[in-house]
Every structure is written in structure tokens, then in C-alpha cells.
């Protein structure tokens, strides 16, 4: 059983460009593709961005592709997700995902196993 935990959440200022790291146990790390989504209060869960097992594929949800850049390290079993010029509205619970196989999704469905997510809230 493969477990996430995400890190680097909390209260920034709207500009701030924070990196949120997602460590996964277990020896299945490197074949599968992860994913980050986020729920934003009073909002359905939304696609944030998704990388491929090898790292060379990624996705982006078109409203975050110029922000957000999705990473990972194989060998620390950790992706991240690094936020730049944050703005209020992009206050949500950020979460991370895995799917088993190699291949990038922006369907939460896909996912195979979640984290309990990390809250971020932006203040202006």
C-alpha cells in the first residue's frame, strides 16, 4: 500500500511562490505517474497538474500551465508542485495522487491512491 504525504501548505501572501513536496512510501514510486489536484472551498476538486513516471511527460490544466510546474525525484520517492505569483484565488487544499503505470492523467478518477491533502491559503 502506497502512502502520500504532502508538505508546505499554510497561510502565504499573494505573490509568493511556494513549492509543496508530496513524499510517497513504498517501492513503486518510479513506475507510477502522479498527479496534483486541488479543492477550493465550496468548489468540486479540480485538475492542477500531472507528470509521467519517468518525469519527461506532464500535463497542466490551461488556467495554471504559466504558474504552476509539476517535478519529481525518483530516487526520494517526492514530487512537488512549485506555485508561482500565488493570488487569493488560488486558495484551495492541494492533493496529491498516483496512478498506477507510467502514463500522465488529469482524470481524478484514474487515481489509484490519494493524500489527505495540504491546506494553502493566499492572502491579498
Known amino acids: 500500500q502506497v502512502q502520500l504525504v504532502e508538505a508546505g501548505g499554510g497561510w502565504v501572501q499573494a505573490g509568493d511562490s511556494p513549492r509543496l513536496p508530496c513524499a510517497a512510501s513504498g517501492r513503486t514510486f518510479s513506475s507510477n505517474a502522479m498527479g496534483w489536484f486541488r479543492q477550493a472551498p465550496g468548489k468540486e476538486r479540480e485538475f492542477v497538474a500531472a507528470i509521467g513516471s519517468t518525469g519527461i511527460n506532464t500535463r497542466y490544466a490551461d488556467s495554471m500551465k504559466d504558474r504552476f510546474t509539476i517535478s519529481r525525484d525518483n530516487a526520494k520517492n517526492t514530487v512537488y508542485l512549485q506555485m508561482n505569483s500565488l493570488k487569493p484565488e488560488d486558495t484551495a487544499v492541494y492533493s496529491c495522487?498516483?496512478?498506477?503505470?507510467?502514463?500522465?492523467?488529469?482524470?481524478?478518477?484514474?487515481?489509484?491512491?490519494w493524500g489527505q491533502g495540504t491546506q494553502v491559503t493566499v492572502s491579498s
Open positions: 495522487a498516483g496512478r498506477i503505470g507510467p502514463l500522465v492523467s488529469d482524470w481524478s478518477g484514474s487515481y489509484d491512491y
